[in-house]
T-cell receptor, first 116, second 111 residues
Framework: EAQVTQNPRYLITVTGKKLTVTCSQN?????MSWYRQDPGLGLRQIYY???????DKGDVPEGYKVSRKEKRNFPLILESPSPNQTSLYFC???????????????FGEGSRLTVL | QKEVEQNSGPLSVPEGAIASLNCTYS??????FFWYRQYSGKSPELIMS????GDKEDGRFTAQLNKASQYVSLLIRDSQPSDSATYLC???????????FGTGTSLTVIP
């Protein structure tokens, strides 16, 4: 089954404790990205990657890191989480970053993070 | 100014009516336009994409794009209670392949 898998789905942590949210897709997609969703602010792009070893900042990259060492995986790293990073996080992938890209994003199920 | 703006609603329509959802975007170089549906507690899923001016129909859904007015809309005909969800407008801009989402319009279809 084609899917984007995120882990963990739910996490409560404390300020400053490093955490990683994993994202994996099995569709051989080139493009992957991370979003956070907050009430009244909608979905905002954190980072995106157009291919292996190619990553770029989105609109709200502060406090986050990413890496793309393999095509299928795109982990989101919070080196020192703070309460303002409490949010619902979505990973998404898309077929191609080039001209053939239909633009359809396939989303993971989301990871709800609470930072105390 | 936000990249993508939507009326947050809530929008309520009776079952069988036409629901009309609207979206404006700020950047004229935006190239691709999308409507995603998000049920409560779930992830967004694509329901329509449109790339050129005019209308695009898919079943009960019609997307309309007017690049001169920087306006995208979604019409849902014969609305069903299962259409009750939040609808997200998104635009895609090249180069860079960045996606920008609106805050969503909450739709309730009343049986």
């Amino acid at each position: 089954e084609a899917q984007v898998t995120q882990n963990p789905r739910y996490l409560i942590t404390v300020t400053g404790k490093k955490l990683t949210v994993t994202c994996s897709q099995n569709m051989n997609h080139e493009y992957m990205s991370w979003y956070r969703q907050d009430p009244g602010l909608g979905l905002r792009q954190i980072y995106y990657s157009m291919n292996v070893e190619v990553t770029d900042k989105g609109d709200v990259p502060e406090g986050y890191k990413v890496s793309r060492k393999e095509k299928r995986n795109f982990p989101l790293i919070l080196e020192s989480p703070s309460p303002n990073q409490t949010s619902l996080y979505f990973c998404a992938s898309s077929l191609s970053s080039g001209l053939l890209n239909t633009g359809e994003l396939f989303f993971g199920e989301g990871s709800r993070l609470t930072v105390l | 100014q936000k990249e993508v703006e939507q009326n947050s609603g809530p929008l309520s329509v009776p079952e069988g009516a036409i629901a009309s959802l609207n979206c404006t975007y700020s950047d004229r170089v935006s190239q691709s336009f999308f409507w995603y549906r998000q049920y409560s507690g779930k992830s967004p899923e694509l329901i329509m994409s449109i790339y050129s001016n005019g209308d695009k129909e898919d079943g009960r859904f019609t997307a309309q794009l007017n690049k001169a007015s920087q306006y995208v809309s979604l019409l849902i005909r014969d609305s069903q209670p299962s259409d009750s969800a939040t609808y997200l407008c998104a635009v895609n801009r090249r180069p860079g392949n960045q996606f920008y989402f609106g805050t969503g319009t909450s739709l309730t279809v009343i049986p």
